[in-house]
């Protein structure tokens, strides 16, 4: 995790810096719009929180900026203002920003960093994977690995079954479309069949067809989530989080 913080002044910015030290959680401080724009080429951040108003700009108008580059289409960016009107919030909104906290209300915000913090910790669980792409797969694998998790990948549901039966995992995650003899639905199907807690694990699906009759045909036979391809990493890990948070 890699945070940004942009502000003007120098309280907020040292009241959300203690946090992210108590969290060994790196951080810049900026105090343009243009110091903000330059870093955020450089770097790539997990997390910004911009203050409302720049002496060479404004807050929503840089979240729009920052938002038309790709890598940062998808990542929390918040906005501290001292604005409560409604119409700021929903202009925020609309640029783009992920969440508005008021400057009277700081506490709300080192809390939500707190709990983001906390989401990005290494994550202490066991996970199956089942997918036939050997280079989808690989980068599947090596990302939750990145994440403190241990997997087994494979390339069959048949053999992904035997380790199943052979080993305790906290996760299961499939493809459901696989070109071999047992397919993603058969492999969920015979999991969920099993009479003693290991029917019960989460299992995570992943399909290229998001239609709602296969939603709804993949939670009736007992998925807890599914995810469409192509797979972005900050929703495959909040996924992956909440599965096995629920565990």
Known sequence: MHVLIADNSQLYPKLLSNILLKYSI???????AEETLRYVELQKFSFI???QEFSDGQGINLAKKIREQ?????L?????????????VTDALKSGITDVFHKQDINQLLQFIKRLAEQQQPIKASVLMVEDSVSQRELLKMMLQSYGLTVDAFE??????????QHSYD??????ILHESLSGVSFISKIRRIDDKKGDVPILAMTAYDNESRRIELFTMGINDYIIKPIR???????VRNLIRTK
């Open 26 to 32: 790196p951080f810049v401080i900026t105090h343009t």
């Open 49 to 51: 929180c911009l203050a």
């Open 70 to 74: 790709e890598q940062y289409q998808a």
């Open 76 to 88: 929390p960016i918040v906005l501290l203002t001292s604005d409560i009107r409604t119409d700021t």
């Open 156 to 165: 069959s549901a048949d053999i992904a079954y035997e380790a199943f039966r």
């Open 171 to 176: 996760l299961v995650i499939t493809d459901i």
């Open 233 to 239: 990493e900050i929703e495959l890990m909040a996924r």
